[in-house]
């Protein structure tokens, strides 16, 4: 599809467009799972089931053609479920799903609603990928709404998000210094400066320590305000971990895959208990939001160690 000759353009929904809608949900549903009644109601009588109790549907058309659709179902005064997104698979590519979803959360914040609900399942990996990116975070999911549903997302209007930027920032960090650290060799990252010092592998080794650390309290800290957890003892995990003998290239990888699991790990913190507070050993509580800020704070500050000890041409981080 040339989309310079043949725009998307999403429009509203017409009774005649209706068809549509459950041609396109059909063939998905059918694709990865089976028809449920619930289904039958929403694709059937969508006119009864979802406009006629406030809800929203639109469409995304390529020229005459429909070829995607989504559906906000009102829930209560303050919520509304995103529902029933399908879109054509030979137009799939195109960030069709991405319009569609970004359009009908307009409209539900237009409305005045305050979150938006979804469900889904682990297996939609590209949808939950999409979603998480917009803004949508896990919660759990009440039995009984659809049998193939074992996700749940909340989308909350005018709320801030402070560990979406700082995930982003992390990201940022893995992604520029992954190849630089790469161009170092095994015998370079293992050199010590002097008697005493940590070698490169040990510093990220290091942070490697870091991120196993700060991930459990993370987590926890997500569930108990208050929680008192011991801290570690830096050298003796460096010593313990054998850094200074891992294979370098390796050790990158490890490095990386921990800190894009927690990427995720932050940015699907619960905005609400970010003001929970963790006391490490005997010092002062902080906030989980401080914890996270200071995680990324504490990595550039080792990064900015490596890049002292071999040139690697970086700016000041």
Known sequence: MNT??????????APDLLPHFERLNRHWIEKYFTIEPTDIAALQHADKDILSKGGKIIFAAAEDEIVGTVALKHIDAESAEMTKLAVDEKFQGYKIGWRLVKEIMRIAEELGYKKVVLYSNTILVPALNMYEK???REIPVEPGRYQRSNVKMEYTFGAEHPQYTVAGELKTLINEWGQLLANISDMQAAARPKAGK??????????????INNNVRIIRAQQISLLQIPGYDQEFWVKGQAWQFMNWQNLIKLWTIFNEHLVLTIRTIPTEVL????????NEPVTLN???VDYVIHMKHHLSQINELFNLKKDTI
């Open 4 to 13: 310079a000759t043949d725009p998307i353009r999403l429009i509203g929904c």
């Open 198 to 211: 940590w070698s490169i592998k040990e510093i990220l080794g290091h942070l490697v320590d870091s991120a």
């Open 275 to 282: 003001q929970h507070t963790v006391k490490v050993n005997e």
């Open 290 to 292: 401080y914890l996270i």
């Open 134 to 136: 917009i803004g949508f």
